[in-house]
């Protein structure tokens, strides 16, 4: 069984904000197996955005009031609304732990005696046409001559 990417950890976390019906570890495996692969529920739990997000989206459908007297229209409101305010829970906490990083970062860079004005130089432009015409040279030389890959 292969690690999780951020992205597929990122899909996962957008999928369960989504989330309709009843939630289960199990009901989420079987929607990611598809596009993702098997993957057990510990395999799921152990990454922190993933547990969040299924213990917020759990609270949520389990906090709903009796909807079944509401319109249609009623219901997807309040599930958008659901929806929208895991999404800004998660993006609170994903901006705590950026500034968490930058605020580590700055401390750092203070105790290697790095300045703000170095630390806002602008990055060099990367000549792309070098690395193509590197690419030829290599592939214009004798396979004697070509270090193996």
Known sequence: MKHLTPNQIDRIVEMLGAWRGKLTW?????????SMGQYTRQ????????QRAYTERKRLL???RNRA???VELQAALDSIDRLKA??????????????KFVR???NAHCK??????LDRPMHPVDRSQT???KLSINRLPAADRKPR
Do not use: C
Not at 26 to 34: C, D, E, G, N
Not at 43 to 50: D, E, F, N
Not at 87 to 100: P, T
């Open 69 to 71: 007297g509401m319109s």
């Open 105 to 107: 970062w700055s401390y």
């Open 132 to 134: 193509d015409e590197t």
């Open 62 to 64: 389990g906090d709903k």
């Open 43 to 50: 395999a799921l739990s152990k990454h922190a955005a993933i």
């Open 87 to 100: 999404e800004l829970e998660n993006l609170r906490r994903i901006n705590g732990e950026l500034v968490e």
């Open 26 to 34: 199990t009901s989420l495996l079987q929607t990611i197996r598809p």
């Open 113 to 118: 005696n790095i300045s703000e004005e170095f």
